[in-house]
């Protein structure tokens, strides 16, 4: 019950960064809030490894090239591409298309891993490329047929295939979750510092933009992989990667809570999407048991048929 709680909690919370991250781009820039949601989430997600993890430091750092390469691929590239998408697409969109990233890293690890994935998994990436190419048409098939795609809609696809070669360099990385995702953090911050300052990337200047910020700082990067990695103590990895199909399902409930509409391709689009995940899950390989949280992975470094970005 407690694993179930820490699990529904921590999507919700990474739904919102969907809902928030879009409102914020009204008036930011996706460099100038990627910057500052890790500079400012970077010292408390060191601490929080240490006081979790409690990792052999000099055996981490040793790692630093994986961990750059991670960083520069998951934290900072695809964040960017992620909240550039949400400048030019509706949130919602945005969730339910990367709601179909455990096929695409499937694909992936089949031809860069020659993983073999069953007959069942095969269905499912089918399942979820067709509800994919249905929300990014928006119903009309003419779109697909002359590439008439929205800028926003390339930009999350772009962000979800620089997951899938992220998730795929991660399986190699052995740092315990927290530490793993603390350092890349750090060094994303630090990597991303001289294009802030070129770009003029400053603090927030607006009320709505500093809560938009402390949001996506508090909740989707501290809460949720606080959140996460103690449920992961409770429960397998299997089982929590189910829990992120609530990821699309909270951004549609918070979207229709703020008024906003949702189409008829959009509703049968998010159930292809999360059907063929579930089905891709289904005809992979067999849940681990749970392990502690040394050798447990977060989302970021987690088994690749399981996991997707927030």
């Known amino acids: 019950m407690r694993a179930a709680l820490y699990l ?3 999507t919700l919370f990474w739904a919102g960064n969907f809902v928030v991250g879009q409102a914020a781009m009204e008036t930011m820039q996706p460099l100038q809030l990627t910057f500052w949601r890790w500079a400012l989430a970077a010292v408390p997600l060191l601490v929080l490894a240490q006081a979790v993890d409690r990792p052999d430091w000099r055996a981490v750092l040793r790692r630093w090239p994986m961990l750059l390469l991670l960083s520069c691929l998951g934290m900072s590239a695809y964040t960017l591409l992620l909240y550039s998408a949400l400048g030019h697409t509706s949130a919602l969109n945005a969730s339910l298309v990367t709601a179909a990233n455990p096929a695409l890293i499937m694909i992936l690890a089949a031809i860069l891993l020659r993983d073999r994935p069953g007959p069942l998994s095969w269905v499912g990436v089918a399942l979820g490329l067709a509800g994919v190419l249905l929300i990014l048409a928006g119903g009309n098939l003419q779109r697909l047929l002359t590439f008439s795609i929205d800028a926003g809609e390339w930009l999350i696809v772009a962000a979800i295939t620089v997951w899938g070669f992220y998730t795929i360099a991660a399986r190699r990385l052995s740092v315990p979750a927290i530490t793993s995702t603390a350092v890349q953090v750090a060094m994303a911050a630090v990597v991303l510092v001289p294009f802030a300052a070129a770009t003029g990337a400053g603090l927030p200047a607006t009320s709505s933009e500093g809560w938009s910020l402390a949001y996506i700082v508090l909740f989707p990067s501290l809460g949720s992989y606080l ?5 992961l103590k409770h429960t397998t990895a299997a089982n929590a990667g189910n829990y992120l ?6 951004t549609a409930i918070i979207t229709v809570a703020l008024g906003q509409p949702v189409t008829v391709p959009q509703i ?3 159930v292809l999407v999360i059907s063929g995940v579930l089905l891709t899950s289904a005809g992979g390989k067999a849940p681990q ?3 502690s949280s040394k050798s447990t992975s977060s989302p970021p470094s987690a088994s690749p048929a399981k996991f997707r970005p927030r």
């Not at 959140?227 to 449920?231: K, S």
């Not at 199909?245 to 909270?250: D, K, P, Y």
């Open 8 to 10: 529904t909690l921590a």
């Open 227 to 231: 959140l996460w990695n103690l449920a």
């Open 245 to 250: 199909n609530l990821i699309a399902v909270f």
């Open 268 to 270: 049968l689009g998010g």
């Open 289 to 291: 048991r749970p392990r």
